[in-house]
């Protein structure tokens, strides 16, 4: 029987039998796969100390700008509990309502803060 092919055929593989252009092609496929798939951190030194984070808070937004975004997103967390807890019966709209009247009392602390903060400011 007369094969067409050697035995066993030639690899295509081999790095001495590719071209300069088939070369490049595969440095440039593996620069792509890389700046995808294992991106490189821009700024490793601020974050080594405190280990990887997903979020973060800008670190030059002043106290009363903070204090303003946690009460309205505790009175967010508030709205959300108290309509869930409307559609909800037993133990755990109990747990739901609890939860909004906990969120009420965080606000109000954060308001309390806030008013001691434009205080300060005025004196």
């Avoid at 092609?25 to 593996?30: F, G, N, P, Q, S």
Wanted: proline content about 7%; aromatic content about 4%.
């Amino acid at each position: 029987m007369f094969k067409a092919t050697p035995n066993p055929p030639g690899s295509p593989g081999n790095a001495s039998d590719k071209s300069s252009k088939s070369k490049k092609l595969d440095e440039a496929a593996e620069r792509v796969l890389d700046y995808y798939l294992n991106p490189k951190p821009a700024d490793q030194s601020s974050n080594k100390s405190q280990g990887p984070q997903l979020f973060m808070v800008a670190p030059d937004i002043d106290t009363e700008t903070l204090l303003a975004n946690a009460s309205e997103d505790l009175l967010s967390i508030s709205a959300i509990a108290a309509n869930l807890a409307d559609d909800v019966d037993g133990s755990r709209r109990s747990v739901i309502l609890a939860i909004s009247r906990m969120a009420d009392g965080v606000h109000l602390l954060v308001e309390r803060a806030m008013d001691r903060l434009e205080v300060q400011a005025s004196v």
